[in-house]
């Protein structure tokens, strides 16, 4: 168990509908990373939030966007849901920037987009 | 071209084989090298970092060429739990965030 936790386990959406993805970080963890898993592919970067404010992005369009809050935990936000976006959604916390050694990931979420 | 590169497979070897993936990268930049390993729909975790003299943890050696921008992932006598993906990560350099190869999928059977 990495204490990294996430919400929910699955999710359906349709097209055009937005969804909100959570994330609590390892305790005493003050950055969170966020990453797209499409089925057959290796992670990808979304961006990271280290003490409050995004520090880092990814690929992404706007229609991404996130939070952090004041004890660490993390959201994901996705407008306007398109079919591609069907993926699995890690979180992953770490101290003090992220480097991928230091990072632990959470459960993720799986979302299926129709 | 991708900036991380890895043959998915799978490769399927019997318990007891040497198995070896590579990863090449396309970015000259890149500062920092790691294997990951992931189990079927599960989160990754850290397999090893990889440093430029090469490292050894137990059945496991990763080595890195910077001339030909390429690492290795080695995997001596090998287990049923070894049955795996196997992610290839690069970060550039100055900056923590990494990029992943797509995996590739190990498969030890008996």
């Known amino acids: 168990e990495t204490g990294v936790t996430q919400s929910p386990t699955h999710l359906i959406k349709t097209r055009g509908q937005q969804v909100t993805l959570r994330c609590s970080s390892q305790s005493g963890h003050n950055t969170v990373s966020w990453y797209q898993q499409a089925l057959g592919q290796g992670p990808q970067f979304i961006f990271q939030y280290y003490r409050e404010e995004e520090n880092g992005r990814g690929n992404f369009p706007p229609r991404f966007s996130g939070l952090q809050f004041p004890n660490y935990s993390s959201e994901l936000n996705v407008n306007a849901l398109e079919l591609d976006d069907s993926a699995l959604y890690l979180c992953?916390?770490?101290?003090?920037?992220?480097?991928?050694?230091?990072?632990?990931f959470g459960p993720g979420t799986r979302l299926t987009v129709l | 071209r991708k900036e991380v590169e890895q043959d998915p497979g799978p490769f399927n070897v019997p318990e007891g084989a040497t198995v070896a993936f590579n990863c090449t990268y396309s970015?000259?930049?890149?500062?920092?090298f790691f294997w990951y390993r992931q189990d079927c729909r599960k989160e990754p975790k850290l397999l090893m970092s990889?440093?430029?003299s090469g490292n050894e943890d137990g059945r496991f050696t990763a080595q890195l060429n910077r001339a030909s921008q390429y690492i290795s992932l080695l995997i001596r006598d090998s287990k049923l739990s070894d049955s795996a993906t196997y992610l290839c990560v690069v970060t550039r350099g100055g900056s923590y965030i990494p990029t992943f190869g797509r995996g590739t999928s190990l498969i030890v059977h008996p």
């Open positions: 970015n000259s930049a890149s500062q920092s």
């Open positions: 992953a916390s770490s101290l003090g920037g992220g480097a991928p050694d230091t990072q632990y």
């Open positions: 990889v440093y430029s």
